[in-house]
């Protein structure tokens, strides 16, 4: 086996463009191009390009793959219509969040299953070993796969210049099958920046011809390529949860206020249906630490694993930190005790090596696009 990072379709167009490049799950991948402040700048006004081929799409194909999805997921994926998608989870027996997918489905027996690149082999053995004893298959389509994403306020506008696809007909977490600058594609409607975009499934040997389409087209309305770090920072204004940070095994999807994904209603057993039961009726007794967002009022800049504290005690644990470029201040998201959650909480602060800084605690997200 190598240690070498895999490389995308694009590597050398990313360095071509003069991208610092990082390890990131396995992966090079570009970090940044210029600045991250001014590429997520971009993507909050006009448009950014990202490369998110490091994404682990699975396929789970078969009359009853439906069937599979639904046992091997917490989610009612059976009831998801041709051509939409669903945002889930896959837990352990436990409870404990093994990973939070993306699952379109293509078609009547044929799914698209998208891992976080850092859980990608974890989800694909846990659906293989699920999968025993169902009419399914599930593949590895990882290698099958480039994925581009435009997105932004201005992404509509450029992506329609260059397909003939009903992007107006396209809603929100759906997916179709179309021509993008004459490259088949699979266009998809959801996001992790808290803005409108599209993301686009095509064949790696298609990736440079239709990342050089859109850079083109977007020219003219400010679109710039953008790496991972301003994602970041996008995602948290959004208050999206990143996994390893505000998910994890050690946490359900209750623990993480997203019990909302686990539908108890659909028919049959699942992975971990009775452990989240318990960790359902556990959070409306008692509800455990929440996740809340927090606003500096100072300008020192909070990291993951600090603690946050009230009166002198810990009663918090920081899980994304880092400077807002749109609202102009640091923000974190954190685990915080119940007692300290509320929004408006006074005296609350973040052990920035050994000073209290004051933080005012929020609901999330922090930024909402205007519709």
Sequence with gaps: MSNAPRLTALDALHRSLGATMTD???????????????????????AGLFDLSHMGEITVTGPQAAALLDYALVGNIGGVATGRARYTMICREDGGILDDLIVYRL????????ANASNAQTVLDALTERAEGF??????????????????????????????????????????????????????RTGYTGEDGFELFVEPRHAETLWRALTEAGAPAGLVPCGLSCRDTLRLEAGMPLYGHELTTSLTPFDAGLGRVVKFEKEGDFVGRKALEAA???????????????????????????????????????????????????????????????PGTEGVGVDIRGTHEPYEVVALPFYKRQK
């Design 107 to 114: 078609g009547d027996t044929e799914y698209m299953v998208v």
């Design 135 to 188: 009419d399914a298959a599930v593949r590895d389509d990882r290698d099958a796969y480039a994925l581009i994403a435009v997105q932004g306020p201005e992404s509509p506008g450029i992506l329609s210049s260059l397909t003939d696809a009903d992007l107006d007909g396209l809603k929100y977490y759906a997916g179709l099958p179309g021509t993008v600058a004459g490259v088949p594609a699979l266009i998809a």
């Design 280 to 342: 359902a009726e556990r959070a409306a007794a008692n509800p455990p630490r929440k996740l809340v967002g927090l606003v500096a009022q100072g300008r020192r800049v909070p990291r993951a694993g600090m603690s946050v504290v009230a009166g002198g005690e810990a009663v918090g644990e920081v899980t994304s930190g880092a400077p807002s470029p749109t609202l102009g201040k640091p923000l974190a998201m954190a685990y915080v005790d119940a007692a300290h959650a509320g």
């Design 24 to 46: 990131f799950a396995g992966w090079d991948m570009p970090l940044r191009y210029t600045s991250e402040r001014d590429e997520h700048n971009a993507v909050r006004t006009k």
